[in-house]
């Protein structure tokens, strides 16, 4: 997969005024962001989208096609509702996934990159929901890959550390 200048040709973005939510496409993949964490009000949010989720699938081996029809949510909220699993901040089900933009509750992630987004793509990929395999336990490749760009707090731009131990398998994760 192409990176830089490439992926600006491939992220459509499409504003979509509905319930305060915006919705663009990369690839056949829909994201509706759902959050006012400042990173998600970018202008370069779907590139990074695209390039974080490139990054997830090379480690996962799997590819675009994987995710097509799949709809992903970017919410505020630090938890997210899945299947009563207390304390989710991700959760992949069918076509759909929700990503928590929110490392705290009162503070978001400064960066598509720190949040589980890389572990649900996982699930999309290879399922095993059990999290049995042992990449859910590495991540090293992908932080390795990510790391280094640029992230936005509330009032000016802020490090985009990453931390694999967010994406790995924890307890209210899925
Ligand atoms: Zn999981």
């Given at each position: 997969m192409e990176r830089g200048a490439r992926?600006?040709?491939?992220?459509?973005?499409?504003?979509?005024?509905?319930?305060?939510?915006?919705?663009?496409s990369v690839h056949d993949t829909a994201i509706v962001v759902r959050t006012n964490a400042p990173f998600a009000q970018s202008a370069d949010l779907p590139v990074r989208v695209e390039s974080t989720i490139s990054a997830?699938?090379?480690?996962?081996?799997?590819?675009?096609?994987d995710l097509r029809g799949l709809t992903i949510a970017l919410e505020s909220e630090r938890h997210v509702p899945?299947?009563?699993v207390p304390g989710a901040v991700g959760?992949?089900?069918?076509?759909?996934?929700?990503?928590?933009?929110s490392e705290t509750a009162t503070r978001p992630w400064r960066c598509v990159e720190q949040t589980v987004l890389v572990h649900e793509i996982g699930h999309a990929v290879i399922g095993d929901s059990n999290h049995t395999d042992p990449r859910?336990?590495?991540?090293?490749?992908?932080?390795?890959?990510?790391?280094?760009r640029r992230?936005?707090?509330p009032v000016a731009d802020e490090p985009c550390d990453l931390f694999p131990s967010v994406w790995q398998h924890v307890r209210g994760t899925r």
């Open positions: 992926g600006l040709l491939v992220c459509s973005v499409v504003l979509v005024a509905c319930g305060g939510s915006e919705t663009f997830a699938l090379s480690y996962w081996g799997g590819n675009w096609d899945c299947h009563g959760c992949y089900e069918g076509r759909e996934m929700q990503v928590s933009t859910w336990m590495d991540f090293g490749a992908v932080a390795a890959r990510l790391q280094g992230g936005y707090g």
